[in-house]
């Protein structure tokens, strides 16, 4: 039996219960949300192509510069300063790099003549000496060009310096020439050869399929051409060329790949784009540009000799990225899954706004000074229909029923010795009553004929107030109730009347003896619910008893929730044990359900 049941609570399905609102205002506000919601979902799908799977690419890159420039280079002769003219070609000006990468010389400086011996280091401010005390042998700093030797000599006039073990002579600390030596070079030509492949999507395609590869890029003109003159890419950044060139730069060339590869809709090209990548608002003294040093090494007079040159010049990055997308079931059907949610927005709003409208700020401060607002007030009947609210059951909780009051008192504190009669509690309202409950009352009780007094005495509230007996404590106002026979730190729970201020007893109106004390009636309700129940036991009373107790507090409160932890008032729980009195004559009063 208990794996029948396990398995029972497995095979079952949960919903919930929705409130459907007939409303034009809040009709019209969904479906235009709605309709937004829709656009705005399919204009993302077909825009973004989210029905797609993506995958990123894998790629290679091959480059080949073109271009001739003459350099006039001044160089000293016998003493005298003069200009030679020299022709540069590719293998002069490109160096070869490791990855996406490749460089384009602009601009040196040359030291001719360097062999390894012993001479005066460069003066700076770290090697200007006045004796040999300023020099230490064997120091080599990071910053020099060789190791020191411990002496002073005499490098230029009056100037002194320590002499080193290095290539002599010593590269001189200058300025890059102005304007850069290969000035010419922005017309200089770069072939890029870019290969892809989408594994995934077993697709592979390149950037000159098919091209023209005499043409020159341009941005509106010609966008798919591989060849780029470094002028124009300068141009597409805001830079001048002849500015970068002087100490040379970084230069980014971006390929954006954005394939759709739906054989309906086959697109496939790459997009150029250039950055600028190094800093050129860097000060001065923090090394700007972009420059290196390298020797060509000989031997002259079976000396091994080298011309140092530092090469200032400008490094292209080429940088692939992108996406090929193609039609995937799975996609689409995560998508359509993914944006459903958005169409709750709509509920979450109009919440929202019966929510607010319904809030006792609403109804105590706005709609009495708002006029146009009024029509608002239907979403207070909206909320009490959608919402169902939950007191959370305390052992303090309590729900106390006065018959010359319309509301329901709840009160959830200790009552500290205090009666609860006196106790002021929170007003909650009275739920609506359940007409269904009057099909349990007895049809055979008979109808007496109608007399002058039955109307009154139907109607407690009208009647005279009932004389206050001798054994009536102070806190009753129907004159029926009796002292609580509890411990004295319960006794409070029992100190209840059925009514706020003075006036007759409900227990002695008609309705109170039908519905509360009727025997017929409560062995019915009984049979009811056990049709093979034995009414000739001795146990019969304290069923009716508890019987009664629930017929009061289900008439008086309505909610079985709050009938749960509903007080009755001392004059109705006496009159019914008086109807069915238990043997003992002891009574265990008010039990929490918790």
């Not at 051409?225 to 830079?239: A, K, N, V, Y």
Request: hydrophobic share 30%; net charge positive; proline share 6%.
């Amino acid at each position: 039996m208990p794996d029948c049941c396990c398995w029972n609570d497995i095979f079952q399905y949960e919903t919930n219960k929705v409130t459907r609102i007939q409303s034009t205002n809040y009709g019209t506000i969904k479906w235009v949300l709605h309709v937004i919601v829709f656009s705005y979902v399919s204009f993302a799908l077909v825009s973004d192509k989210l029905y797609q799977r993506k995958e990123p690419l894998i790629s290679s890159v091959h480059t080949k510069v073109k271009g001739i420039a003459e350099v006039k280079e001044g160089i000293l002769k016998d003493g005298k300063k003069t200009t030679v003219l020299s022709v540069f070609d590719t293998a002069d000006y490109t160096f070869p790099l490791q990855g996406n990468s490749f460089f384009v010389m602009t601009n040196f400086l040359k030291t001719e003549g360097q062999e390894q011996g012993l001479c005066p280091e460069y003066p700076t401010r770290r090697t200007l000496c006045s004796s040999d005390r300023g020099c230490k042998k064997g120091w080599m700093d990071p910053q020099s060009k060789g190791i020191q030797t411990g002496r002073c000599i005499v490098y230029k006039g009056t100037q002194k310096t320590c002499e080193v073990s290095a290539w002599c002579p010593i590269e001189a600390v200058e300025e890059a020439p102005r304007p850069a030596l290969l000035s010419s070079a922005e017309n200089f030509t770069v072939l890029i050869k870019n290969n892809i492949d989408f594994p995934g999507h077993n697709y592979t395609t390149r950037n000159i399929l098919g091209l023209n590869i005499s043409c020159t890029f341009h941005k509106a003109w010609n966008p798919l051409c591989p060849i780029f003159r470094l002028g124009d890419i300068f141009q597409e950044t805001g830079d001048n060329f002849s500015d970068v060139a002087i100490k040379g730069g970084i230069m980014g060339i971006e390929i954006y790949w954005d394939c759709n590869l739906d054989r309906w809709s086959h697109h496939c090209h790459p997009k150029y784009s250039f950055r600028r990548l190094d800093d050129k608002t860097t000060n001065e003294a923090l090394y700007p540009g972009y420059n290196f040093r390298y020797a060509k090494y000989y031997r002259e007079n079976n000396v091994e000799k080298r011309t140092l040159i530092k090469v200032y010049g400008i490094r292209f990055d080429i940088l692939v990225f992108g996406t090929g997308g193609k039609f995937d079931i799975i996609q689409l059907i995560v998508y359509i899954g993914s944006t459903l949610s958005y169409f709750g927005l709509a509920t979450v709003f109009i919440d929202f706004l019966i929510n607010t409208y319904s809030s006792s700020i609403c109804r105590s401060h706005v709609y009495p000074c708002c006029k146009c607002c009024q029509p608002c007030v239907v979403n207070e009947y909206y909320y009490r229909k959608k919402c169902e609210s939950i007191v959370e059951p305390k052992l303090t909780l309590k729900y106390v029923s006065f018959v010359d009051e319309p509301h329901i008192r709840m009160v959830d504190q200790q009552l500290l010795g205090k009666s609860l009669q006196d106790v002021k509690g929170h007003e909650v309202p009275r739920p609506s009553m359940d007409f269904t409950y009057l099909f349990k009352l007895p049809l055979s009780l008979p109808d007496p004929p109608p007399t002058l007094g039955q109307a009154e005495e139907m109607q407690p509230l009208q009647g005279e107030v009932t004389p206050r007996s001798g054994d009536s404590p102070s806190w009753c106002q129907c004159g029926s109730c009796l002292p609580s026979r509890l411990p004295e730190n319960r006794r409070s729970l029992e100190e209840l009347c059925c009514r706020r201020k003075p006036g007759p007893c409900i227990t002695t109106s008609e309705l109170f003896r039908k519905v509360v004390l009727s025997r017929k009636a409560l062995q019915l309700q009984l049979l009811y619910q056990e049709p093979l129940l034995a009414l000739d036991t001795e146990a019969i009373n304290s069923r009716l008893r508890h019987c009664a107790y629930r017929c009061y507090t289900t008439w008086r409160f309505g909610s079985q929730d709050m009938a749960d932890f509903a007080i009755l008032p001392s004059c109705c729980r006496w009159q019914i044990r008086r109807e069915f009195p238990k043997s003992e004559g002891q009574y265990s009063g008010f039990r929490s359900p918790l």
